[in-house]
């Protein structure tokens, strides 16, 4: 099983960045990070592989969201660009040995999540 924890969240104005981090305690494979908005469903965001290649994007973030890794660290990382509103959840990631992508049943492993808001 591996430990995650995430960091970086908080409240900033539209258009604003922030950047996630997820430490992981054990061997990571593939990362996915994933956010739940408020009644709403837990939804796909980005997805990286064990080696830090092929990142794989929801399109609502897509251009705006980047993901990223540093494997010697065990650190994945989301850098969140031009925020808006509707990008208020709390983000989560996840680890899956099967895929990157937006299944998010084949994920194992999961942090406790991170608020993230965005005010207009």
């Known amino acids: 099983q591996v430990h995650l924890v995430e960091s970086g969240g908080g409240l900033v104005q539209a258009g604003d960045s922030l950047r996630l981090s997820c430490v992981a305690s054990?061997?990571?494979?593939?990362v996915g990070w994933f956010r739940q908005a408020p009644d709403k469903e837990r939804e796909f965001v980005a997805g990286i592989t064990s080696t830090g290649s092929q990142p794989f994007y929801a399109d609502s973030v897509k251009g705006r969201f980047t993901i990223s890794r540093d494997t010697a660290k065990n650190t994945i990382f989301l850098q969140m660009d031009s925020l808006k509103p509707e990008d208020t959840a709390i983000y989560s990631c996840a680890t899956s040995k099967v895929t990157w992508k937006n299944n998010r049943h084949r994920y194992d492993d999961w942090g406790q999540g991170i608020q993230v808001t965005v005010s207009s």
């Open positions: 054990g061997r990571a494979y593939h």
